[in-house]
């Protein structure tokens, strides 16, 4: 059953990533820009999911990302991801995230993330999904993060300002260490 | 006319001296045969981690190691509540194994929950099938995770987030790689190079069983 699902939703996620446009998911307000927002497809049950943005401050003045909220999800947390000595870590950012003056911050895999948690429903392909986010000087700024597909292998090239892009950008990155 | 006695010497004793610099080079060229180019991923030889574990999968079957003989075989830890990394690694892997070509489905990827009492085995079987259908969930029953987790030298560490006893699982990011006869050859970091891994992969798979 949940083997056709699987293989049901990436036929379908396969061919909405093909219409899918890279859109500029941001709304400008008060200075602070939201770019290229996305999300993955869930499966079913799968309880939480990554956000990732690229948030521009065009202000002259620093700002703080100190809250995020959705409708799809019961919480969404800003999260850190490290990893030490081959342990992978995730940390929520108690104190937000510093947005500097005439900067951007970009929010990626095995970085800082959005977490969704307690999705209301799984994410699909195609879709998008709805974030408020609260700045300490620009206060409330919705964006709407596409959902990718999981597992379309354009995945990667689908979003050509994506930053964070793990097919096309690691080819600089060792593995030799442990 | 002929040559000086010590003449002959020299010229025997040059024409030796030649010969040796020949044998020599023959020798460089022929017993030291190329040695086959280094892996990309971190080599390693004579590690028995997780050599007779047997962890249920998401239909309930104990699979064992030796179970995926004939196969590449990749070990890896996770949780379906990890947002970030597991799906990016998962993503990655599938990539990887893509990469491979002709031989991909000798190369099968496994991941063990760190979480099994949150990752019961639908959410577990649906999150790694979503990624790729031949990904294999495992999941260890909570009392036996200590000992799976010391099979293979990790580290899971439960860490308390939020305020409502919610929580994230520490987890070793190290992925194991077995050739096909189940012994354990490399170990890779999830930040892998997804074209050189699938060229260590490819490499292994074409390796006898």
Redesign the interface.
């Known amino acids: 059953m949940s083997f056709r699902l699987a293989f049901t939703s990436l036929a379908l996620v396969t061919a909405s990533a093909l219409v899918l446009a890279p859109t500029a998911a941001g709304q400008p307000a008060a200075g602070i820009s939201i770019e290229n927002a996305w999300t993955r497809a869930t499966a079913p049950g799968q309880a939480v999911a990554g956000g990732f943005m690229t948030v521009v401050n065009a202000t002259a003045a620093e700002d703080r990302l100190m809250r995020a909220s959705s409708p799809a999800a019961k919480e969404v947390q800003i999260h850190n991801t490290t990893m030490d000595d081959g342990v992978m870590r995730m940390r929520p950012m108690a104190d937000g995230v510093a947005i500097p003056a005439g900067g951007r911050v970009e929010f990626k895999p095995r970085a800082l993330h959005l977490m969704f948690m307690g999705l209301q429903a799984p994410l699909a392909a195609g879709t998008t999904v709805p974030v408020t986010l609260e700045f300490a000087r620009a206060g409330k700024v919705s964006a709407t993060f596409r959902v990718d597909a999981v597992a379309a292998p354009a995945a990667a090239p689908a979003a050509p300002a994506k930053p964070a892009a793990p097919a096309t950008h690691d080819h600089h990155s060792m593995n030799h260490e442990q | 006319m002929m040559r000086s006695p010590s003449h002959r010497v020299a010229a025997v004793r040059s024409a030796a001296l030649m010969l040796a610099a020949s044998a020599l080079a023959a020798l460089a060229l022929t017993a030291c045969a190329p040695p086959p180019p280094p892996f990309?991923?971190?080599e390693v030889k004579g590690i028995d981690y997780g050599r007779g574990l047997g962890i249920a999968d998401t239909e309930g079957r104990i699979r064992r190691l030796e179970d995926f003989k004939g196969e590449v075989t990749l070990v890896f830890f996770g949780f379906?509540?990890?947002?970030?990394?597991c799906?990016?690694t998962l993503?990655?892997l599938?990539?990887a194994r893509?990469a491979v070509g002709p031989d991909a489905d000798k190369v099968r990827v496994l991941l063990v929950s760190v979480d099994p009492e949150?990752d019961?085995p639908?959410?577990l079987?649906?999150?790694v099938?979503?990624?790729?259908?031949s990904f294999v969930g495992l999941r260890p029953e909570p009392a036996d995770l200590p000992k799976v987790i010391k099979a293979f030298h990790a580290?899971a560490e439960k860490?308390p987030?939020?305020d409502a006893g919610?929580y994230?699982v520490?987890?070793?990011?190290?992925i194991y790689v077995y050739d096909r006869r189940n012994r354990m050859r490399l170990?890779?970091?999830?930040?892998?190079?997804?074209?050189?891994?699938a060229d260590d992969l490819r490499r292994l798979a074409q390796e006898k069983s």
């Open positions: 990309n991923a971190t379906t509540r990890c947002p970030d990394v799906p990016t993503l990655r599938r990539q893509t949150r019961t639908a959410v079987g649906a999150y099938k979503n990624f790729d259908p580290i860490v987030v939020g919610d994230t520490d987890h070793s990011g190290t170990i890779a970091r999830p930040d892998f190079d997804i074209t050189k891994f």
